[in-house]
């Protein structure tokens, strides 16, 4: 991991010699060979970071790498600040008395900077001696040009779905089928038991989405216990998916009587799953608010614990997971390390010979064996490389531990993909996280390399492919509109790895009272993740803190405690309730990249200040529902790329005078009247979402979308009256109409803005909510040649006869009508819809002919 560090140092150490240049000046020679210094320790640290696993001396060796790179960090950093800080000027007339004072303290800076660094310099050169005491090498000599590998091009994606891949559970599957379905007609617990890695959550996933399961129980809630589980949490999130809404009850009671009632008379299923021994009482707690009525209702709990499974049901019998066998085994790996390819045509003997001597140093086990499968699938079939993995293995694996090969896969991973990897220990046990979220925050670290193609959040997305491919993640969903991971999730065992790793490394420090064991502090970290703190008294957070994350923490001055950390890149509070402002002195956080207050749902006021923060790129403030405007200052920041608010809060969008080159995301403003003088200089935008609160549109949306070349994204809300549907929208108001992927329309869209022409071919996703169109919309959105996703939600139509014609919407795979309060007729013809995998229909209460579901040859969910 200190090459990671020692990388990202000198990549930083390079751009500041170009864009901080003015910044910089007295010691940017100083700067430039520091940076040559920690260029040429590079060469060695690939070598060393492996052999101190096994080497106390070449550990200890890295560390001092690692911390003096850390060093280097802080002293330019901190130099920066200093500077910026001495070139604001104050008006008024003591504008000339500060400015000389300041050039005088900024001479001793740099004096002082300079010294610091020449030191810091000196001492690299003092242990980069000392690498040969250690027989540390340079690999790169030996490889002729390197070992680490680049970002690999971007490839087609290939949906790939988990659960597919595992081998022998169709057996445990029936059996498990059969215990929920017909054990007993009083309510159950069906227990799956095994070790960390053998896949019960898998196991119970599939029997979660299995037809039968589906068909029998009118309600299915699945939820995740883990280790610090609270009790009223998990009530409510049951309350949630059983009822479709969150009210966020506070009294146990109240919950309990809630969903009592709203289980009553219905036959249901509820996934535990991930419970441990110190969180079964929360089986005991649960009884009181699950009713029992004799109908089949059943309990599905995950555990590694033989002790949990016979607690939660006394008469129920365990289902124990076995490992698997040596056939087993070797399918798995096989199928990972050839994803998507024909094992009978490409996997050859002697590879057959070399994974059945890897399955027996994986000890059989699922999670070792999709790990390492993983890792040969980025090796390529050469017979060599699969040879080289099995003698690193021989040596590395000492009595079939999972987390030795956990570590070797890490130990292959370029430094980038360490850093991307070890970031996901931030996030709390069990989460699901998005992918642009993590994307964005990867960004904001500086841990993706920048290419030549594409752009940077392009070859973020191919970061989280290859740690998905390598099975380092878990693919949670894929978006329709390009078949991108949208969600992934980390395997408990892996997350485990990762924690450990990065307190080892210091690259992050996780702060979880009130479970927090007090003989093991979290230690020092560049970066620090909050988890369910009671409070702050106690904690010792290094000063030079990079980011800082929080999740589920009420804390109204939280952002005052966050204020004293100058040197932070990414600063995340979107699990943090109670704040209502940001303080002023947010402006000395020049290097800031990333704000996220999306959780801050009590936040009123942004300060004007935040316009000093020159580097910030995301600004997500998508559920701070109290916040109505943001400062002007805000769009005076050229770096901008994604801005992410409230689509109900009516916040309006940038002046016409913004130069914005950078933004990406702009989404949902209101559309301010003065656009009609001008528009904001935005064209780099794809993601776009707008909101009009007054009818003549067109002088400002055909305008502005003759200039988004690079739109891929297009929402827009409108208010008025019903109206009736067009054919199309002009496609002079979209000259870049091939570019676009995905659309939506909230509200009634005037057909005389848009008068009758097509929609943009390349539509994927399209959404259209209260727009309340008086004539049948299927007949135009059919003809969109690449919609995968449709929604009409909120009275969209107001008609009451819907048809779909044979041989429309060719590409469309899933559906959603939801509250369609008029319609009482929907017609399916033969051969529509083709490749529809998803209908959802909620509260058409009016409907009385629905289709022939029959005629989708490929409809798989059907939720009415």
Not at 27 to 43: A, S
Not at 100 to 121: E, F, M, N
Not at 707 to 717: E, I
């Amino acid at each position: 991991m200190a090459e990671a560090a020692v990388s990202f140092v000198v990549d930083k150490l390079g751009n500041l010699l170009v864009e901080e240049l003015i910044r910089l000046h007295g010691v940017n020679d100083q700067v430039e060979r520091l940076r040559r210094e920690l260029q040429r320790m590079q060469c060695f640290l690939r070598d060393a970071d492996t052999k101190r696993k096994r080497d106390e001396r070449v550990k200890h060796w890295v560390k001092e790498i690692r911390e003096v790179a850390y060093e280097a960090e802080d002293v330019i950093d901190t130099f920066i600040i200093n500077a910026a800080d001495t070139h604001r000027r104050r008006p008024g007339v003591f504008r000339f008395l500060k400015s000389c004072l300041r050039a005088t303290t900024d001479v001793v800076g740099r004096h002082r900077a300079s010294a610091q660094i020449t030191a810091i310099t000196d001492k690299i050169s003092e242990i980069s001696a000392s690498r040969i005491t250690y027989d540390i090498r340079n690999l790169e000599d030996e490889n002729g040009g390197g070992v680490e590998r680049r970002v690999p091009a971007r490839r087609p994606i290939v949906p790939h779905v988990e659960d597919s891949d595992v081998v022998a559970f169709d057996g445990h599957m029936s059996a498990l089928v059969e215990q929920l379905l017909h054990h007993s007609e009083k309510r159950s617990v069906v227990s799956i038991v095994g070790i960390g890695g053998l896949g019960k959550t898998t196991l119970a996933r599939k029997v979660y989405n299995s037809i039968d399961v589906k068909r029998e129980f009118g309600i299915r809630v699945w939820i995740t216990v883990s280790q610090d589980y609270e009790s009223v949490k998990l009530l409510n999130e049951i309350l949630e998916q059983v009822r479709g809404y969150n009210e966020k009850l506070e009294q146990r009671e109240v919950i309990n009587e809630k969903l009592h009632d709203s289980l009553k008379e219905k036959r249901y299923l509820i996934v535990m799953d991930d419970v441990w021994r110190r969180s079964q009482d929360v089986l005991e707690e649960m009884k009181a608010a699950l009713p029992d009525e004799k109908n089949g209702s059943r309990v599905l709990i995950t555990t590694r614990d033989i002790d949990v499974a016979r607690y939660a049901d006394p008469n129920a019998t365990p289902y124990e997971l076995r490992l698997l066998t040596d056939v087993e085994s070797l399918e798995l790996l096989l199928k990972k390390a050839f994803a998507n390819q024909d094992l009978r045509v490409n996997c050859t003997e002697d590879l057959r010979s070399i994974g059945q001597k890897l399955v027996k140093l994986c000890g059989n086990l699922p999670l070792a064996l999709v790990v390492v499968g993983g890792l040969l699938s980025m090796r390529g079939m050469q017979y060599s490389e699969w040879q080289r993995v099995l003698e690193t293995m021989s040596w590395h694996v000492e009595g079939k531990k999972c987390m030795d090969i956990l570590s070797l896969s890490y130990e292959d991973l370029p430094h980038y993909l360490k850093s991307c990897f070890l970031y996901l220990a931030a996030f709390p046990e069990d989460s699901i996280i998005q992918a642009d979220r993590l994307i964005r925050l990867w960004i904001a670290e500086g841990f993706i390399p920048r290419q030549g193609r594409g752009t940077i959040e392009e070859t973020a997305e191919d970061c989280l492919e290859e740690l998905a491919q390598r099975c380092m993640v878990q693919v949670a969903s894929r978006k329709y509109t390009n078949g991108s991971i949208g969600s992934c999730r980390v395997h408990d065992l892996l997350r485990e790895f990762a924690v450990s790793e990065a307190k080892e490394d210091a690259f992050l420090a996780i702060y979880n009272n009130p479970n927090q064991d007090a003989t093991s502090p979290p230690g020092p970290g560049r970066r620090a993740a909050f988890h369910n703190l009671d409070g702050l008294q106690g904690l010792t957070i290094p000063p030079n803190l990079r980011s800082l994350l929080a999740f589920d923490m009420e804390h109204p001055n939280f952002s005052d405690y966050v204020a004293q950390f100058k040197l932070l890149r990414v600063i995340d509070l979107s699990g943090v309730r109670g704040i209502k402002s940001l303080p002023e002195e947010i402006k000395a956080m020049i290097h800031l990249r990333y704000l996220g207050l999306s959780g801050c749902t009590e936040l009123e006021v942004i300060p004007s200040s935040i316009g000093h923060l020159q580097n910030l790129e995301t600004l997500d403030v998508t559920v701070a529902f109290s916040l109505n405007k943001l400062p002007p200052t805000l769009w005076n920041i050229k770096k901008l790329r994604h801005v992410l608010l409230v689509a109900t809060a009516g916040v309006e969008g940038p002046p016409p005078s913004a130069d914005l080159p950078n933004l990406q995301t702009l989404e949902t403003v209101v559309v301010p009247k003065s656009w009609e003088g001008g528009l904001p200089n935005i064209t780099s935008v794809r993601k776009l979402g707008l909101h009009f609160d007054f009818q003549d549109r067109g002088k400002i949306l055909s305008p502005l979308l003759q200039k988004l070349h690079h739109l891929l994204s297009l929402t827009v809300r409108t208010t008025g009256e019903a109206v009736t549907m067009p054919s199309g929208i002009d496609t002079s108001a979209f000259p870049c109409h091939h570019h676009i992927q995905e659309m939506r329309l909230n509200g009634p869209w005037y057909s005389t803005t848009v008068g009758s022409h097509e929609f943009p071919p390349h539509l994927v996703e399209l959404s259209l909510s209260r727009s309340r169109l008086e004539h049948d919309p299927m007949p135009t959105l059919e003809k969109l040649q690449n919609l995968r996703a449709l929604e009409l939600r909120n009275n969209a139509f107001s008609g009451k006869k819907m048809i779909c014609s044979a041989g429309g919407f060719p590409q469309l795979q899933t559906l959603t009508l939801y509250d369609l309060e008029q319609l009482e007729e929907w017609c399916l013809e033969a051969n529509a819809m083709p490749k529809i995998t998803r209908v959802t229909m909620l509260g058409c209460e009016a409907l009385k002919v629905v289709p022939e579901f029959q005629r989708l040859p490929n409809l798989q969910e059907l939720q009415l």
